[in-house]
């Protein structure tokens, strides 16, 4: 977990980023995430030096991509990440238009099923499209959906944050050795929690992604064996609307050993990633111990 950042240095940058997310606020949704989205993108990624980072990923996993293309997605991905925080902070007005999304895909009944019989569900999403969706849709479709989050290191700015992430649905577990109890003891009373597994884990397995091997989590696929839960990936695709999305549950994992499982969630995350590159939060350092395939 990274230090907790505090002092006027911190205190500044929480003025800042809570300037960008709330200022337009005054503004109506349709058109504040957008606009957040647009200033995430070119003034607060650049200064951030996340243009340079994604470039950095991008020349590492897809060398042959056409400049232009490279060009876009430094100023997408910022965007949709940007889109995201925006759509946590306006929780009421993000919630009404969302949580009625309908869900489709093959693992649509499975999880309707694990639901009914009051069975361990784990999804299993990444940084991707806008991740919160998936959570109000379960709350509101019956599901209670606990959440695993690292706090921010910005103490000032994680206050906030997590003040907001959990307006979005409730139980949200801050990662440690309490929340981690916590979320386990909500897994086995059979309810559903919510991890996202596509960050660096340096007690991970070495195992592939775009074609490299990435320091992958085995946390969601060892409480599934264990707990006996349905490991079951979800997607929340944003629109080209920009304001919308479709959910896509897919088909469960079947339970082998966890290995097995990961490389399964990251494979099925590369898929989605590939089709929608500019939904992917390319910033992350997740190549940083990259070994040969």
């Known amino acids: 977990m990274a230090k907790e950042q505090r002092g006027i240095g911190a205190y500044l940058v929480n003025l800042g980023l809570l300037s ?41 996993v897809c060398p042959d991509m056409d400049q232009g293309e490279v060009h876009r997605l430094t ?17 009421p007005a993000f919630l009404k238009r969302v949580r009625n999304t309908p869900m489709k895909g093959p693992g649509v009944e499975a999880l309707e099923k694990a639901r009914l019989e009051g069975h361990p569900i784990i999804a299993v999403s990444g940084h991707f499209g806008n991740y919160d969706v998936l ?13 695993l989050y690292r706090p921010m290191s910005n103490a000032y700015f994680n206050k906030h944050y997590t003040h907001h992430l959990k307006n979005i649905a409730q139980p949200a577990f801050e990662q440690g050795r309490r929340g981690l ?42 409480l ?25 549950i897919e088909a469960p994992i079947p339970h082998s050993d966890s290995e097995t499982m990961m490389q399964a ?28 395939p």
């Open 20 to 60: 960008v997310l709330t200022v337009p606020k005054l503004l109506p949704y349709r058109w504040r995430i957008p606009l957040v989205g647009w200033l995430t993108s070119h003034v607060v990624a650049p200064l951030a030096g996340y243009d340079r980072r994604i470039r950095e990923n991008l020349a590492l």
């Open 75 to 91: 100023r997408a991905v910022p965007d949709n990440a940007g889109r995201m925080l925006a759509e946590m902070y306006s929780s």
């Open 135 to 147: 959570r109000a849709t379960f709350d509101h479709a019956g599901h209670r959906v606990g959440g």
């Open 181 to 222: 109890g916590d979320m386990i003891r909500h897994l086995r009373g059979g309810n559903m929690i919510a991890l996202l597994t596509d960050q660096r884990d340096a007690q991970g397995a070495p195992l592939k992604f775009f074609g490299h091997r990435v320091m992958t989590p085995l946390s969601a696929a060892d």
């Open 224 to 248: 599934a064996l264990k707990y006996d839960a349905v490991l079951i990936p979800c997607y929340a695709v944003r629109k080209e609307n920009g304001l919308d999305f479709d959910i896509l």
């Open 265 to 292: 969630v990251n494979d099925s995350l590369e898929a989605q990633v590939r089709l929608h590159m500019d939904q992917w939060l390319w910033v992350h350092r997740r190549w940083k111990d990259v070994q040969a």
